[in-house]
């Protein structure tokens, strides 16, 4: 079955660190990959996402992920973390076929002044 | 570009009544699907629907069930209510019939059940 694995449940970083979320799925072949992030109380906002063609993707708020097939990963990172990137972060695929999205457990970023 | 619109934001059940949910997509996006989140098991898929068909379930108990009407807007239904059926209950949408576009959320409607 496809799953997606975020292996860090919290994460904590002093603001203007640099970070990395770690995302790793299983599935047969090439997933569509997504990265949300929720704040206190709220839905889900898209960071960005990965159908196909280069494997480094450019997201709002300065995010960026690589994806790499040989691992089956999907890392999130941002060269300086703001302290308004406090959150929680999930990592989903459409594995193929409908709008489904299957969705790590999430990680909860804290910054640190 | 109105976004995703999920009513009511907040509410309170009492077990054994019954609950309805609404949610209007982006406007032109066909694909609306709900989702629950609670901290123990997350985020869980609950069905999709297109063009006012569900395609694809998830693992939920015949209590919870949806509809999507001819204007895209959707409703989801869970009767018999339970303690357990607290949770934050998002709806997404999506443009096409196909899995490759982006899935978009709104704010959450969150039911409480005591």
């Known amino acids: 079955a496809q799953s997606v694995t975020q292996p860090d449940i919290h994460i904590t970083v002093s603001e203007g660190a640099s970070l990395e979320l770690r995302c790793n799925y299983s599935?047969?072949?090439?997933?569509?990959l997504f990265w949300y992030v929720q704040s206190p109380g709220q839905g889900l906002q898209l960071l960005l996402k990965?159908?196909?063609?280069?494997?480094l993707v450019q997201g709002i708020k300065g995010f960026e992920a690589e994806f790499k097939r040989s691992q089956s990963s999907f890392n999130l990172r941002k060269p300086s973390v703001h302290w308004s990137d406090a959150a929680e972060y999930f990592c989903?695929?459409?594995?193929?076929?409908?709008?489904?999205?299957?969705f790590g457990a999430g990680t909860r970023l804290a910054v640190h002044p | 570009k109105a976004g995703v619109t999920q009513t009511p934001r907040y509410l309170i059940k009492t077990r054994g009544q019954q609950v309805t949910l609404s949610c209007s997509p982006i406007?032109?996006?066909?694909?609306v699907s709900w989702y629950q989140q609670t901290p123990g098991q997350g985020l869980q898929f609950l069905f999709e629907?297109?063009?006012?068909?569900?395609?694809n379930k998830g693992n939920f108990p015949g209590r919870f069930s949806g509809r999507q009407f001819s204007n895209s807007r959707s409703e989801m239904n869970v009767s018999t209510l339970e303690l357990g059926d607290s949770a934050l209950y998002l709806c997404?949408?999506?443009?096409?019939?196909?899995?490759?576009?982006?899935?978009?959320f709104g704010e959450g409607s969150w039911l409480t059940v005591v």
């Open positions: 997404a949408s999506s443009g096409d019939s196909w899995s490759g576009n982006t899935i978009y």
């Open positions: 599935y047969g072949a090439t997933p569509y």
């Open positions: 989903a695929v459409v594995p193929g076929g409908y709008n489904k999205l299957i």
């Open positions: 990965y159908f196909s063609g280069d494997t």
């Open positions: 629907y297109f063009s006012e068909t569900q395609r």
């Open positions: 406007s032109g996006h066909r694909s």
